[in-house]
């Protein structure tokens, strides 16, 4: 039997707090309402939606990690392991998610849980377009999605696709990090689109 060269705490499975983390949470805070169902996709160390349990009506979050799933549960919050929001009905008022963002070649994939949290593709979209494509499902008609965006992902790029799906885009937040800009986008339905 050949043991692994390394191998990793469940904690280090889990994407940790970080600036992201709490650019999310703080937008969240300041968007919440004492009525909001909330949901978080992927939410990680459970730290964002965690926040928020005792300001909306209800939380409940997911991961497909399930090192992340059981950090969230840690947190007091319901989680559940799914991919994206794959077997949930909703409606959610508010969705907040801090996708995988950082442009990943198949040759820099690092082959463990926390990857998944980490690999957004070569153009660091793959999930965020899988995200806009669903999110409709279980978002209630006058829902808002909170969703980080790092420049390194193309925020421009990330605003078309919403805006080609018939959704509003409005930067709510932002912050420099080292060599990047981290923005959280408030996304909602353009209703006016959608009945005229």
Not at 1 to 9: G, K, N, Q, V
Not at 112 to 126: F, H, I, M, Q
Not at 184 to 193: K, T
Request: with cysteine; proline share 6%; net charge negative.
């Amino acid at each position: 039997m050949t043991m692994p060269l390394f191998s990793r705490s469940p904690e280090d499975q889990v994407y940790q707090p970080a600036e992201d983390t709490f650019l999310l949470r703080d937008a969240a805070l300041a968007e919440v309402r004492s009525d909001d169902r909330v949901l978080e996709v992927g939410c990680g160390s459970g730290t964002v939606i965690a926040a928020l349990r005792e300001r909306a009506a209800a939380v409940v979050a997911t991961d497909i990690n399930p090192h992340a799933v059981r950090a969230g549960r840690e947190q007091g919050v319901e989680t559940v392991r799914t991919d994206l929001f794959a077997g949930l009905r909703g409606p959610f008022d508010l969705v907040l998610f801090n996708p995988p963002y950082l442009p990943t070649l198949p040759e820099e994939r690092i082959d463990d849980w926390l990857e998944y949290a980490l690999d957004g593709g070569p153009t660091g979209r793959a999930t965020i377009e899988r995200f806009a494509e669903e999110v409709g499902r279980v978002l209630a008609p006058f829902g808002r999605v909170l969703l980080l965006v790092s420049s390194l992902t193309g925020v421009d790029e990330v605003r078309k696709l919403f805006a080609d799906l018939g959704y509003i885009v409005i930067l709510v937040a932002e912050e420099r990090v080292e060599d990047e800009d981290l923005v959280v986008l408030r996304i909602g339905r353009d209703l006016c689109r959608l009945t005229g």
